[in-house]
């Protein structure tokens, strides 16, 4: 009985551990959408303020191919910020399985279940939140990689459409 204490608390730190990383991957989506959204804040005030000479097709396909990688930043750093609500079919520890049922069948269902079958179901929910840390840091490193390309498109979309005649 002890062993299996202990290994249920293993496995409620591993959980904790993996909805940590989870919220990890959220924090670092609002710095990528906060430059983003800067960067993109930017290119637009330069083409607002750009005199008709400087709108070459040079400065057109830069502008336009800076906004797109912006945009391909932002809606990758959407992506990992989606709710992931998929979990296992019968669980007591899933909020999307808990929500429905009856306040009373929940409280018994929790008292009745063994060490084993808690066990079982916080190793369930390990691995459901292992795959949900990987897909959001997958969307996150898309994110960022499409707003670091974009930087070189952008810097000199803003350098032609700022352009001083002369």
């Known amino acids: 009985m ?23 991957a959220e924090t670092k989506v609002g710095v990528v959408v906060a430059l983003d ?3 993109l804040g930017a290119l637009g005030a330069s ?12 400065a057109l396909a830069t502008t336009i191919f800076a906004a797109l990688l912006i945009a391909a930043g932002i809606f990758c750093s959407a992506m990992a910020v989606l709710p992931r609500v998929k979990g296992p079919q019968k669980s007591l520890v899933f909020f999307g399985r808990i929500g ?3 306040d009373a ?3 018994l ?3 009745n279940a063994s060490v084993e079958d808690l066990l079982e179901d916080w190793s369930m929910q390990i691995h459901r939140n292992a795959q949900i840390a990987c897909e959001k840091f997958r969307w996150v490193r898309y994110g960022m990689w ?7 498109p952008w810097f000199f979309a803003v350098v032609a459409l700022l352009k001083k005649e002369g």
């Open 37 to 39: 959204t800067a960067i």
């Open 100 to 102: 429905p049922c009856a």
């Open 47 to 58: 083409f607002s303020a750009a005199k008709a000479d400087v709108l070459t097709p040079w």
């Open 109 to 111: 269902n929790l008292k």
């Open 2 to 24: 002890h062993d299996e204490k202990e290994r249920l608390q293993v496995a409620q730190w591993v959980l904790e551990r993996n909805l940590a990383w989870i919220a990890a």
């Open 105 to 107: 069948d929940y409280c």
């Open 146 to 152: 499409w707003s670091f390309v974009a930087i070189a």
